[in-house]
């Protein structure tokens, strides 16, 4: 491995993180602008400093488990790239290290990640993040026609703080976003072309975020919803199909794992989580995470 040093990132940084950015994930700039514009004040960002500039980096986002009994403070690892040239070095996995360290000794009780494709789940597991935090998903056949063909979806505002009090309620084995980060992935979904509906559209005091499908452009995801009801929630959907301006063939439902009530054509890992600070991984078995920035 190359000499370098690893480091928390400085405000003079950032410039040099989006540039790998831009190198290392497909993502437009105002994408970029948001990430390195709001969620940097509120995350740490570690880079890994060579004799050639920044090669590698890593963000840890404050995120909170919560069920009847317990509330952990942790971190999200997000974002984890180095520069092409210096893959295979080993470099990434020095940063991750490094910030698993440093949630650790500032007290938090695990680090959860959501690795970006299947090889990397084995990748993660042998650095210690072999607790899988799982969700279930189930398709349905929804044939709608309309006569236009765009690719967003309706995008009536929910606020942040509406939706951090409806997760609150909904969910009771969450890892949970605080408003702040709430606000910042309410406008991430709407750049990626999807949104989060709430009140008048579906229901008063309910609420559902859907996107579109990057692997399949006739199927919309509704990937988390109050509303554990499939059959209600198509209900709501088709009431409400003249806000939509495109057309869908089918809806996959996201919802946690651990709902008896729905028979799931998969349950699939989502995400890895590493316990710190002697917190027993069976906290987290039935638990439920969403909105991972991807």
């Not at 963000?59 to 403070?73: A, D, H, M, Q, T």
């Not at 295979?88 to 991750?96: C, H, Y």
């Not at 709407?190 to 709430?198: C, H, K």
């Not at 809806?251 to 709902?259: A, C, G, H, Q, W």
Request: proline share 4%.
């Amino acid at each position: 491995m190359r000499y370098g040093i690893i480091r928390l990132a400085a405000k003079e940084d950032l410039r040099s993180v989006k540039e790998l950015w831009r190198e290392c994930f497909t993502t437009d700039s105002a994408y970029l602008d948001l990430v390195f514009g709001k969620l940097y004040p509120l995350a740490v960002l570690f880079v890994f400093e060579g004799a050639d500039g920044i090669l590698s980096s890593a963000f840890l986002i404050p995120v909170r488990y919560k069920n009847e009994n317990e509330s952990i403070g942790g971190y999200y690892l997000y974002g984890v790239c180095t520069q092409k040239t210096a893959r295979g070095e080993g470099l990434a996995k020095s940063v991750i290290e490094y910030a698993t360290d440093y949630a650790e000794k500032t007290g938090g009780g695990f680090v959860l990640t959501r690795p970006a494709t299947g090889p990397l789940f084995g990748y993660y597991r042998e650095l210690g993040f072999h607790v899988a935090i799982k969700r279930g998903m189930k398709t349905c056949s929804f044939p709608t026609v309309f006569p236009e063909h765009h690719t967003n979806v309706p995008t009536d505002e929910i606020s942040a703080e509406e939706l951090f009090r409806l997760r609150g309620k909904t969910f009771p084995n969450l890892f949970e976003w605080d408003e702040r980060m709430l606000d910042i992935i309410r406008q991430a979904v709407l750049l990626s072309g999807g949104a989060i509906l709430a009140s008048d559209r579906i229901g008063r005091g309910r609420y559902m975020a859907v996107e579109a499908d990057p692997q399949d452009d006739t199927n919309m995801l509704i990937t988390e919803s109050d509303i554990e009801d499939i059959e209600t929630c198509k209900e709501n959907i088709a009431r409400n199909a003249a806000g939509f301006t495109r057309s869908w063939q089918s809806l996959t439902f996201i919802f946690p794992s651990y709902y008896r009530n729905v028979s799931f054509d998969s349950i699939e890992d989502y995400a890895l989580l590493k316990p710190l600070n002697n917190i027993p991984e069976r906290i987290f078995k039935e638990s439920f995470f969403n909105f991972a920035m991807e």
